[in-house]
């Protein structure tokens, strides 16, 4: 099981060490940053790294890798989805999960641990029940224990960790109750150069923030469930109800939570809602070439689209661009080589273009690679899929909730070639 | 106010200020120093020495300030064991307090502090907390045991608390279950022999009510712990299928893998009728698909696996070929993973498609991914025979780009595709002649003299060409210098004319100035090749060469089988069995996937070679060199290397046997069939057909054409690997590996005597109960030296076969009993029959037919040998001690 956690910051310093069973020394990782030199960027750090006598599976989230340090066999996504849990509680406790939050509270952060692995087992993950053992911290309360001496400790067992429904506190009480659903699309696709399609789909979550008091059992229906059929869910489902009458029957935690992701990928059902021509071109032995894009709006189903970024990876010779855009403004990193080109909205009368010259080392051969271009883009009211739901029914309380959805449709990992 | 404020220290010495803060009289104070005190141990400094006082703070009612000197305790109790003792009053306490939740905290504390005397004192509070009322506590409890266990097993053992704990797997709550699972499966990994997780149906049907209620890290851990029973029949591994399935859409990518694991074991076992398998196998590919939507280090580990179950079962994820496709911003380590699914999905429906990609990636910035992307278009010109000219176009508009690594991948994959279409692609010669003087790299080069020598007729300045590379000769790494030196031969027996200085040139750069063995031992041969007989010469170096088979890296059967077992596992990722490199692995349990049980099986698997007997399971596949570069290599191995090992005694034998006259018989023996063979094996001739019992036929052939090098060792008889036959558990330490071999008409036992033992062994004897064919020892056992503690020991047993005849069950059976200065072992081992066998098998007609009818029609069994490739008909095998005769069906070819 999980042996000790070390938090490494980019410039390669190890700011926080835990030890749950015996105590590892620091100096196994020195394996990480061996394999890190190797990898030249952060990114392509290996997350399976092999020592002598240790097993190094790391993450990097924000700019801090979490190596753990595991001896026995132990499924190695069983650790990185737990690091990765532990990632999202600094950042639900802190507002953040960086450096300085973490050692803004490093008391908490050790507290937290403690609580969430004993002995390498998991113990308690669920944010709820973390909550009600250790309180997160807020200015006020600081203030209040400062002066009242008190702790932020709960002083007794959680109720949820025992019951059937983990996820939820017994007594929880609103004055306004309220249950929201967000289904949020984001379109995954890479479009080759002459702007055909070479694979898409939709990676689509439904996130909720349910605000209701007692014990409620809700159960929400879709207009066309026949387009989920690759679905992960929150275990509050009932997966029963969903295999019979495709009906998401859930007692919800309370909070904001994932309901379900799904994914739709069966190309007709995947709409692109851009296309952009492109002409980017460097001139054999002139260290100079031509760049010029224009972006407009298709299959948009009426929506405006909006939001729209366009980032460029420009090859390593290029050394800057002169650009002229009709709409939104551009930025040319020259130490990264990346150009971004915040466009905003997107008005099918005048389609957005950035053009001009690109310079290049003089000398330099000619760069062999094509840089792809990455768009992000974002489409309220939308969800491309064309999912909607159809009602929200509670069972087990009197109380008339507040319901509401809300669809947004974006751009996922959304790569045009050139 | 944050705690950043705990990492300032003052001037002035901070242990002494933080001391005098601990023994403040002031609760807010204390509970600060105890936070500073925490917050350096969190940096990894050492505060140690303020031990007594923070322990002094232990006593509290402040919850807060019980938790932190907790946090301090575990970590420093081991360096102050006898401190560490003041601590216990308030533990034992502490387990007796009304609120489960300090009575839980209290006992996984204890738990955590590995102090030997302390355990002594947390037994007690343990038992009761195992029986505790509240569940909150019962499952702390079961983890508490599983850390006691690895301070003290003994103790463990001692106090019962393993049955306590098996006893939870039964508890009413959901998470005591799960986590008492997880502590049981933690103990026995440390302890395989014990069967402490000893499932059946009724334990079973408890674990999958529990997995649908308890958390999702425990719902991890016991499905890893389904997939370790193993089914009575298909009825009840399909009934576990069905209640484990619903995990596959759980929101944890663990559980997920875990779920899949338990699905692709079980599966085994169903029928393939059965419309139920048709809707697992739908079943299986969303969830997997969904895993590579996640974060990439998720990503990389599901790819992994995906890539296993790719191999076992392609049909899961055959139309999902798009999903691999690389994203330009993908971590390489992704990236290379996706490619090489990429490869293993290719087909003729979507190769197209597979192709576009590949091209695309060829062009893209990262090196390591362009080579293997170029790499991976030959593989799929191998793969997808309608795509091979396309490959073929694509490889060479890439070699036009002129980009150095690009043109040298180009160029080594473009050599397999030769091997694999002969005369379709020659045209390209031309194209690659003129990329001759940027090649760097010694794989390339090696790969370009190669594509000259074996085509020397048709470029004109061949010899010119080569000639260029051997100035350079001793520079050259010895893959190149093996190379030249065949292409070079090879020009020489097409070009005799101009060619004759230029081939002496080489033999003696390689037989007189090289150190490398091999090299100078292939240049012998090619001389006395040569000078002897220039036809026969012709005969072995022109022969026509076996096809290469298309699938050159999948993981050899057994070995995929094993690792399907370890789905999600760390095994998984590193795509070895975990007795490979998990340390402490001594008695690691090999995992195997269940059999089949319905009935469709005939079918789809061939019958093990009639006589049971071990060598009939070689692996049809070439065994991954850890990479692609290896891969690529043994290519040109043909199919002969994919058996296990040979002896390598055998080499200095088989080479002399070559120069000396054997090379008529080698000739002789099929080096036609053997293109036929292709990837399909090896398997009946080496068992069943010692007809010709010298190196197998393409075995030594191969290393004389070829080229690529590697195959340094002729083999002679067929030797099984080595196999564990007496496990160290069951000896007492001693560890016993061996197999059976036959040398020029000498039966041999070679064994490997290791002594896992903390205790010398001396005195070493052997004995063999009487068996089917005599087999006895014609020798004591010969081990001089007592074997010390971790030695090892190979000796070489000769046998003979006079010894006392009894028929055994199975013929081939062999009770051995081996006695040291400790104790008397006995094990049982099967003989490969072809070790009886004779190498001058030949008989006279009329003998031939007399010792026929001589055999009583009952002794008369019938066999039929599917793929055989070899042609001869002539197998009477004989063994003379008694008489009795294999007679093959020769109708079967």
């Given at each position: 099981?999980?042996?000790?956690?070390?938090?490494?910051?980019?410039?390669?310093?190890?700011?926080?060490?835990?030890?749950?069973?015996?105590?590892?020394?620091?100096?196994?990782?020195?394996?990480?940053?061996?394999?890190?030199?190797?990898?030249?960027?952060?990114?392509?750090?290996?997350?399976?790294?092999?020592?002598?006598?240790?097993?190094?599976?790391?993450?990097?989230?924000?700019?801090?890798?979490?190596?753990?340090?595991?001896?026995?066999?132990?499924?190695?996504?069983?650790?990185?989805?737990?690091?990765?849990?532990?990632?999202?509680?600094?950042?639900?406790?802190?507002?953040?999960?960086?450096?300085?939050?973490?050692?803004?509270?490093?008391?908490?952060?050790?507290?937290?641990?403690?609580?969430?692995?004993?002995?390498?087992?998991?113990?308690?993950?669920?944010?709820?029940?973390?909550?009600?053992?250790i309180k997160p911290p807020t200015i006020l309360r600081s203030v209040v224990n400062s002066i009242t001496g008190s702790s932020n400790m709960g002083e007794t067992l959680p109720t949820g960790q025992l019951s059937n429904i983990p996820w939820r506190k017994a007594v929880v009480k609103y004055t306004n109750n309220e249950a929201y659903f967000d289904v949020?699309?984001?379109?995954?696709?890479?479009?080759?150069?002459?702007?055909?399609?070479?694979?898409?789909?939709?990676?689509?979550?439904?996130?909720?923030?349910?605000?209701?008091?007692?014990?409620?059992?809700?159960?929400?229906?879709?207009?066309?469930?026949?387009?989920?059929?690759?679905?992960?869910?929150?275990?509050?489902?009932?997966?029963?109800?969903?295999?019979?009458?495709?009906?998401?029957?859930?007692?919800?935690?309370?909070?904001?939570?994932?309901?379900?992701?799904?994914?739709?990928?069966?190309?007709?059902?995947?709409?692109?809602?851009?296309?952009?021509?492109?002409?980017?071109?460097?001139?054999?032995?002139?260290?100079?070439?031509?760049?010029?894009?224009?972006?407009?709006?298709?299959?948009?189903?009426?929506?405006?689209?909006?939001?729209?970024?366009?980032?460029?990876?420009?090859?390593?010779?290029v050394l800057n661009m002169n650009l002229t855009s009709t709409q939104g403004s551009y930025t040319f990193d020259p130490v990264l080589k990346v150009l971004t080109w915040d466009i905003g909205k997107i008005s099918p009368q005048k389609l957005p273009n950035l053009k001009g010259i690109v310079n290049l080392q003089s000398g330099a051969p000619k760069p062999e690679e094509n840089p792809s271009l990455n768009i992000q883009f974002k489409i309220q009211q939308l969800a491309i899929s064309g999912l909607k739901v159809n009602r929200l029914d509670m069972f087990g309380e009197k109380y008339k909730p507040f319901k509401g959805v809300k669809y947004i449709t974006k751009a996922g990992k959304f790569q045009v070639r050139t | 106010m944050t705690d950043s404020k705990y990492f300032t220290t003052t001037k002035k010495g901070e242990i002494f200020e933080l001391k005098a803060e601990l023994n403040s009289d002031k609760k807010e104070k204390k509970k600060e120093a105890v936070k500073k005190v925490i917050a350096s141990m969190t940096v990894g400094k050492?505060?140690?020495?303020?031990?007594?006082?923070?322990?002094?703070?232990?006593?509290?009612?402040?919850?807060?300030?019980?938790?932190?000197?907790?946090?301090?305790?575990?970590?420093?109790?081991?360096?102050?064991?006898?401190?560490?003792?003041?601590?216990?009053?308030?533990?034992?306490?502490?387990?007796?307090?009304?609120?489960?939740?300090?009575?839980?905290?209290?006992?996984?504390?204890?738990?955590?502090?590995?102090v030997d005397k302390i355990t002594e004192y947390l037994c007690e509070p343990l038992r009761k907390c195992l029986k505790d009322e509240d569940p909150y506590v019962r499952k702390t409890a079961a983890v508490c045991v599983a850390k006691l266990h690895d301070i003290n097993a003994q103790l463990v053992e001692d106090q019962g608390f393993l049955d306590t704990l098996k006893d939870l797997i039964s508890d009413s709550n959901p998470m005591v279950v799960a986590n008492a699972v997880a502590a049981l499966s933690e103990i026995a990994e440390s302890h395989p022999s014990s069967n402490l997780l000893d499932l059946n149906p009724q334990s079973i049907n408890k674990l999958l009510t529990a997995l649908n209620e308890c958390t999702e890290w425990g719902q991890i851990f016991i499905l890893d712990c389904l997939a370790n029973y193993m089914p009575k029949d298909d009825r009840e591994a399909q009934s576990i299928c069905e209640r484990v399935t619903p995990r596959l859409s759980h929101a944890n990518s663990a559980v997920v893998l875990s779920a899949v694991k338990v699905l692709m074991k079980f599966m085994e076992m169903l029928s393939k009728d059965l419309d139920y398998y048709g809707t697992l196998l739908k079943k299986l590919a969303p969830p997997l698909?969904?895993?590579?939507?996640?974060?990439?280090?998720?990503?990389?580990?599901?790819?992994?696996?995906?890539?296993?179950?790719?191999?076992?079962?392609?049909?899961?994820?055959?139309?999902?070929?798009?999903?691999?496709?690389?994203?330009?911003?993908?971590?390489?380590?992704?990236?290379?993973?996706?490619?090489?699914?990429?490869?293993?999905?290719?087909?003729?429906?979507?190769?197209?498609?597979?192709?576009?990609?590949?091209?695309?990636?060829?062009?893209?910035?990262?090196?390591?991914?362009?080579?293997?992307?170029?790499?991976?278009?030959?593989?799929c010109a191998i793969k997808v025979e309608q795509s091979a000219e396309r490959c073929v176009s694509t490889l060479l508009d890439l070699i036009q780009t002129k980009v150095n690594y690009v043109v040298q991948e180009a160029i080594v994959v473009i050599k397999d595709i030769f091997r694999k279409y002969p005369n379709k692609y020659e045209s390209v010669i031309a194209t690659l002649c003129e990329n001759l003087d940027s090649l760097d790299e010694p794989e390339a080069r090696a790969a370009m003299i190669w594509i000259v020598g074996e085509y020397a007729e048709r470029i004109d300045n061949a010899d010119e060409l080569l000639e260029s590379f051997l100035e350079g000769f001793h520079d050259e790494s010895t893959q190149v210098q093996l190379q030249l030196l065949t292409a070079i031969v090879k020009l020489f027996l097409k070009k005799p004319t101009e060619t004759q200085e230029l081939v002496q040139q080489v033999l003696s750069l390689a037989t007189q100035d090289s150190d490398n063995p091999d090299l100078r031992d292939r240049g012998y041969i090619y001389w006395r090749l040569l000078s002897t007989d220039p036809v026969a010469a012709k005969e072995v170096v022109l022969a026509e060469k076996p096809l290469i088979s298309e699938e050159t890296d999948l993981i050899e059967p057994t070995l995929l089988d094993e690792l399907i077992c370890y789905i999600g596992t760390l095994a998984s990722v590193y795509h070895k069995p975990p007795s490979a490199f998990v340390e402490g692995s001594r008695g690691i349990v090999h995992k195997s996937l269940p059999p089949r049980t319905g009935s469709s099986e005939s079918a789809e698997s061939p019958d093990a070679a009639p006589s049971g007997a071990p060598p009939s399971e070689q692996p049809a596949v070439i065994p991954t060199q850890g990479d692609l570069l290896g891969d690529l290599l043994n290519l040109d191995l043909g199919p002969p290397v994919s058996g296990p090992p040979v002896a390598t005694t055998s080499v200095q034998m088989g080479a002399v046997d070559l120069l000396g006259g054997g090379l008529d018989s080698l000739l002789r023996s099929d080096v036609g069939g053997s293109p036929a063979m292709g990837g399909t094996g090896f398997t009946a001739p080496s068992a069943v057909m010692p007809a010709n019992l010298g190196p197998p036929p393409s075995g030594g052939l191969g290393d004389l054409f070829d080229l690529a090098g590697g195959v340094g060792t002729l083999s002679g008889s067929h030797v099984a690997p080595k196999t564990v036959w007496l496990p160290a558990m069951k000896a007492k330490g001693l560890e016993i590996s061996g197999t059976f071999s036959r040398q020029v008409g000498a039966i041999s036992m070679d064994l490997l005597l290791t002594n896992k033992a903390l205790q010398v062994m001396s005195d070493f004897a052997i004995q063999f109960n009487r068996n089917s064919f005599g087999l006895a020892p014609a020798a004591p056992l010969q081990i001089h030296a007592p074997l010390a503690p971790n030695q090892t020991v190979e000796i070489s047993l000769p046998l003979n076969t006079v010894g006392s005849v009894m028929k055994m069950d199975p013929l081939n059976n062999l009770q051995v009993a081996v006695k040291n200065n400790i104790d008397v072992f006995y094990f049982s081992t099967l003989y490969p029959l072809h070790i009886l066998f004779v190498e001058d098998g030949k008989m006279e007609r009329q003998m031939f037919l007399a010792t026929w009818k001589d055999i009583p029609n009952e002794n008369e069994a019938q066999f039929q040998i599917r793929d055989c490739p070899l042609s001869a008909a002539r197998c009477a095998c004989s063994r003379p001690s008694n008489q009795k005769q294999l007679v093959p069906e020769h109708t079967a070819w």
């Amino acid at each position: 099981m999980i042996h000790s956690l070390f938090l490494i910051n980019c410039s390669g310093d190890i700011f926080l060490e835990k030890h749950w069973k015996s105590v590892v020394s620091q100096s196994v990782c020195d394996y990480f940053f061996e394999a890190q030199e190797k990898a030249a960027d952060v990114e392509n750090v290996p997350p399976v790294i092999s020592t002598p006598h240790h097993y190094l599976i790391s993450i990097y989230r924000e700019k801090i890798f979490f190596v753990s340090v595991i001896q026995t066999e132990v499924p190695p996504l069983f650790v990185i989805e737990f690091l990765h849990r532990v990632a999202d509680t600094f950042q639900d406790y802190f507002g953040e999960c960086s450096e300085t939050a973490i050692k803004d509270n490093v008391v908490i952060v050790y507290e937290l641990l403690e609580e969430m692995l004993d002995n390498g087992f998991p113990l308690a993950t669920e944010s709820n029940i973390l909550k009600e053992l250790i309180k997160p911290p807020t200015i006020l309360r600081s203030v209040v224990n400062s002066i009242t001496g008190s702790s932020n400790m709960g002083e007794t067992l959680p109720t949820g960790q025992l019951s059937n429904i983990p996820w939820r506190k017994a007594v929880v009480k609103y004055t306004n109750n309220e249950a929201y659903f967000d289904v949020i699309e984001e379109i995954d696709a890479i479009i080759d150069k002459s702007g055909s399609t070479v694979f898409a789909e939709i990676q689509g979550v439904i996130d909720s923030c349910i605000k209701l008091s007692g014990m409620p059992d809700l159960s929400l229906s879709f207009m066309n469930p026949r387009l989920l059929d690759d679905v992960s869910f929150h275990p509050c489902i009932r997966f029963k109800r969903w295999e019979s009458e495709r009906v998401l029957s859930f007692i919800p935690p309370d909070g904001n939570f994932r309901l379900i992701s799904y994914r739709v990928s069966s190309q007709n059902l995947v709409a692109i809602p851009v296309y952009v021509k492109h002409i980017i071109s460097f001139k054999e032995n002139s260290s100079s070439g031509r760049f010029d894009v224009t972006i407009g709006p298709k299959q948009n189903m009426g929506k405006t689209v909006e939001g729209v970024i366009v980032t460029v990876h420009m090859p390593k010779a290029v050394l800057n661009m002169n650009l002229t855009s009709t709409q939104g403004s551009y930025t040319f990193d020259p130490v990264l080589k990346v150009l971004t080109w915040d466009i905003g909205k997107i008005s099918p009368q005048k389609l957005p273009n950035l053009k001009g010259i690109v310079n290049l080392q003089s000398g330099a051969p000619k760069p062999e690679e094509n840089p792809s271009l990455n768009i992000q883009f974002k489409i309220q009211q939308l969800a491309i899929s064309g999912l909607k739901v159809n009602r929200l029914d509670m069972f087990g309380e009197k109380y008339k909730p507040f319901k509401g959805v809300k669809y947004i449709t974006k751009a996922g990992k959304f790569q045009v070639r050139t | 106010m944050t705690d950043s404020k705990y990492f300032t220290t003052t001037k002035k010495g901070e242990i002494f200020e933080l001391k005098a803060e601990l023994n403040s009289d002031k609760k807010e104070k204390k509970k600060e120093a105890v936070k500073k005190v925490i917050a350096s141990m969190t940096v990894g400094k050492d505060v140690s020495a303020l031990f007594p006082d923070v322990v002094n703070c232990m006593q509290t009612d402040n919850l807060e300030l019980k938790k932190l000197v907790y946090l301090y305790l575990m970590n420093y109790a081991k360096s102050q064991p006898d401190m560490a003792i003041m601590a216990v009053n308030t533990f034992v306490k502490d387990c007796e307090d009304p609120n489960p939740l300090i009575r839980a905290l209290a006992v996984r504390t204890m738990g955590c502090i590995r102090v030997d005397k302390i355990t002594e004192y947390l037994c007690e509070p343990l038992r009761k907390c195992l029986k505790d009322e509240d569940p909150y506590v019962r499952k702390t409890a079961a983890v508490c045991v599983a850390k006691l266990h690895d301070i003290n097993a003994q103790l463990v053992e001692d106090q019962g608390f393993l049955d306590t704990l098996k006893d939870l797997i039964s508890d009413s709550n959901p998470m005591v279950v799960a986590n008492a699972v997880a502590a049981l499966s933690e103990i026995a990994e440390s302890h395989p022999s014990s069967n402490l997780l000893d499932l059946n149906p009724q334990s079973i049907n408890k674990l999958l009510t529990a997995l649908n209620e308890c958390t999702e890290w425990g719902q991890i851990f016991i499905l890893d712990c389904l997939a370790n029973y193993m089914p009575k029949d298909d009825r009840e591994a399909q009934s576990i299928c069905e209640r484990v399935t619903p995990r596959l859409s759980h929101a944890n990518s663990a559980v997920v893998l875990s779920a899949v694991k338990v699905l692709m074991k079980f599966m085994e076992m169903l029928s393939k009728d059965l419309d139920y398998y048709g809707t697992l196998l739908k079943k299986l590919a969303p969830p997997l698909v969904t895993l590579l939507s996640a974060e990439p280090e998720l990503q990389y580990v599901a790819l992994r696996n995906i890539n296993l179950i790719v191999q076992k079962r392609p049909e899961i994820l055959k139309h999902e070929m798009k999903v691999f496709f690389v994203k330009y911003n993908d971590p390489i380590y992704v990236k290379l993973e996706k490619l090489d699914i990429m490869i293993r999905l290719a087909s003729q429906a979507n190769i197209a498609q597979v192709l576009a990609e590949l091209k695309e990636y060829a062009t893209e910035v990262d090196v390591d991914f362009v080579r293997k992307a170029v790499r991976a278009i030959g593989r799929c010109a191998i793969k997808v025979e309608q795509s091979a000219e396309r490959c073929v176009s694509t490889l060479l508009d890439l070699i036009q780009t002129k980009v150095n690594y690009v043109v040298q991948e180009a160029i080594v994959v473009i050599k397999d595709i030769f091997r694999k279409y002969p005369n379709k692609y020659e045209s390209v010669i031309a194209t690659l002649c003129e990329n001759l003087d940027s090649l760097d790299e010694p794989e390339a080069r090696a790969a370009m003299i190669w594509i000259v020598g074996e085509y020397a007729e048709r470029i004109d300045n061949a010899d010119e060409l080569l000639e260029s590379f051997l100035e350079g000769f001793h520079d050259e790494s010895t893959q190149v210098q093996l190379q030249l030196l065949t292409a070079i031969v090879k020009l020489f027996l097409k070009k005799p004319t101009e060619t004759q200085e230029l081939v002496q040139q080489v033999l003696s750069l390689a037989t007189q100035d090289s150190d490398n063995p091999d090299l100078r031992d292939r240049g012998y041969i090619y001389w006395r090749l040569l000078s002897t007989d220039p036809v026969a010469a012709k005969e072995v170096v022109l022969a026509e060469k076996p096809l290469i088979s298309e699938e050159t890296d999948l993981i050899e059967p057994t070995l995929l089988d094993e690792l399907i077992c370890y789905i999600g596992t760390l095994a998984s990722v590193y795509h070895k069995p975990p007795s490979a490199f998990v340390e402490g692995s001594r008695g690691i349990v090999h995992k195997s996937l269940p059999p089949r049980t319905g009935s469709s099986e005939s079918a789809e698997s061939p019958d093990a070679a009639p006589s049971g007997a071990p060598p009939s399971e070689q692996p049809a596949v070439i065994p991954t060199q850890g990479d692609l570069l290896g891969d690529l290599l043994n290519l040109d191995l043909g199919p002969p290397v994919s058996g296990p090992p040979v002896a390598t005694t055998s080499v200095q034998m088989g080479a002399v046997d070559l120069l000396g006259g054997g090379l008529d018989s080698l000739l002789r023996s099929d080096v036609g069939g053997s293109p036929a063979m292709g990837g399909t094996g090896f398997t009946a001739p080496s068992a069943v057909m010692p007809a010709n019992l010298g190196p197998p036929p393409s075995g030594g052939l191969g290393d004389l054409f070829d080229l690529a090098g590697g195959v340094g060792t002729l083999s002679g008889s067929h030797v099984a690997p080595k196999t564990v036959w007496l496990p160290a558990m069951k000896a007492k330490g001693l560890e016993i590996s061996g197999t059976f071999s036959r040398q020029v008409g000498a039966i041999s036992m070679d064994l490997l005597l290791t002594n896992k033992a903390l205790q010398v062994m001396s005195d070493f004897a052997i004995q063999f109960n009487r068996n089917s064919f005599g087999l006895a020892p014609a020798a004591p056992l010969q081990i001089h030296a007592p074997l010390a503690p971790n030695q090892t020991v190979e000796i070489s047993l000769p046998l003979n076969t006079v010894g006392s005849v009894m028929k055994m069950d199975p013929l081939n059976n062999l009770q051995v009993a081996v006695k040291n200065n400790i104790d008397v072992f006995y094990f049982s081992t099967l003989y490969p029959l072809h070790i009886l066998f004779v190498e001058d098998g030949k008989m006279e007609r009329q003998m031939f037919l007399a010792t026929w009818k001589d055999i009583p029609n009952e002794n008369e069994a019938q066999f039929q040998i599917r793929d055989c490739p070899l042609s001869a008909a002539r197998c009477a095998c004989s063994r003379p001690s008694n008489q009795k005769q294999l007679v093959p069906e020769h109708t079967a070819w």
